[in-house]
């Protein structure tokens, strides 16, 4: 298995970029499409756990936009000819909370590369489930 072929690294980013561009204009059928419709599909957000590609559509439903962010890092690694994972450090421009999204991609036979699994999250300030040393 190849790790990191550019042309791998190359097709995950511009499906990267399609969705950051959609995530700003609030794009939902360009964000629908970056996923794998399918009821495998998971996204954990924020504020909600969705599995499969219609909690994911209902929940896209719902929103009139989103927060704007500014990505502070892009770090992509791909698995061989069919996988990618992406991961992306942002800042919400509106709050300055940072936030962090990593996208498992697979390459789904006469789709290309889609999201199979996204998780999205706000950096706390401290986490109380983590004594640290003294």
């Not at 042309?7 to 204009?25: H, K, L, P, Q, S």
């Amino acid at each position: 298995m190849q790790i990191d072929d550019p042309t791998v690294i190359a097709e995950a980013r511009a499906v990267f970029d399609r969705y950051e561009r959609a995530i700003a204009e609030n794009d939902t059928a360009v964000l629908d499409d970056s996923f794998w419709a399918d009821p495998r599909t998971v996204r954990f957000g924020t504020t909600e756990i969705l599995y499969g590609i219609e909690a994911i559509r209902a929940f896209r439903a719902g929103v009139a936009r989103y927060a704007p962010r500014a990505i502070r890092k892009v770090h992509i690694t791909a698995f061989g000819q069919d996988v990618a994972c992406t991961h992306l450090e942002y800042q919400r421009t509106d709050t300055g909370l940072v936030g962090r999204e990593t996208k498992i991609m697979a390459r789904i036979p006469g789709l290309g590369f889609k999201v199979v699994s996204a998780h999205v999250s706000l950096l706390a300030g401290t986490d109380p489930g983590r004594v640290a040393k003294a």
